[in-house]
C-alpha cells in the first residue's frame, strides 16, 4: 500500500490498517495526537476502526503546549 504521511510517500506491506496499527507502527508516542484522513479529522475513539488504504493522504500531528 502506497499512502502519503505528512506530506512524505510513504510503502506499506499491507493493503490496509488502521489508524491505531499506524501510530504503533510508526511509533507515534506522544499523547496528544491529531489525526486526519484525506483532510478529514478522525477522532482518538474512532481511530481502531478507521482503515487506511492505497492512495490516502495521512496526517498525524503531535499537540504540543507551553507557555
Do not use: A
Request: hydrophobic fraction near 35%.
Amino acid at each position: 500500500m502506497n499512502i502519503t504521511l505528512n506530506n512524505r510517500p510513504e510503502t506499506f506491506e499491507e493493503e490496509s490498517m488502521t489508524f491505531e496499527e499506524l501510530i504503533k507502527r510508526k511509533n507515534f508516542t506522544f499523547k496528544m495526537l491529531v489525526t486526519k484522513l484525506n483532510g478529514k479529522l478522525v477522532r482518538k475513539e474512532d481511530r481502531h476502526k478507521v482503515y487506511i488504504k492505497e492512495g490516502d493522504d495521512v496526517t498525524v500531528m503531535h499537540l504540543i503546549s507551553g507557555g
